[in-house]
């Protein structure tokens, strides 16, 4: 099954650097491309795209509009959406991750983290760069009050251990080996750990687990 993807991004030169990277990867097409936000809606709708990768930063409509539109409940054709930011630059990725966004990208990511977060994404599935994970949700964290009250005692033992692994950008066969448990098994608690919780995807677990104060081993 081939992967349909919207690349949505203002600059011209980086939907062409994102449409080669996607385009010669088999299983992988680029149906449309969209310079603002206003088009990129334009044409999620009428592509009706797997994935959107969209920059946060765009002319008409920001990224945080387009993806709170694209994911909207009562929206027609949902695409799993990833968010491209610039990481110095773009305080905006924690409200993206809020409203939708399946995962993240930095623009100087190496290109096959671009394809691994595309197939990740039309699973259902988040993609976190481990090498930035714990920094960067702990920047945009601090920008979030605090909840008022958390589900953490809804989960078990294990189900705490496995959220500690995932928020550290753990793979399932990293936790896996990291826990001395099958993969299978891992792949259980998360689903569990995202039922208890009322998250739909890794990345809002990650966020999660910062945002409620868990103690994680992540290098800064």
Known sequence: MTIRVLIADDQ??????????????????????????AEAIQQARSRRPDV?????????????AVIRTLTAPDAAHVPAVIALTTFDLDEYLFEALRVGATGFLLKDNNPQLLVDAVRAAARGQGLIDPQVTGRLVRRFARLSPQPAGSDLARLTAREREVLLQVARGLSNGEIARALWIEEGTVKTHVARVLAKLGLRTRVHAVI?????????SVDP
Do not use: C, K, N
């Not at 650097?17 to 996607?22: I, N």
């Not at 999660?208 to 994680?216: I, V």
């Open 208 to 216: 999660y687990a910062h945002e409620h104060g868990l103690t994680l």
């Open 12 to 37: 011209a030169a980086v939907r062409s650097a994102l449409r080669l990277v996607l385009d010669t990867t088999p299983g992988l097409r680029v149906v449309a491309e969209a310079a603002d936000g």
């Open 52 to 64: 959107a990768v969209v920059d946060i930063r765009m002319p008409r409509l920001d990224g945080i």
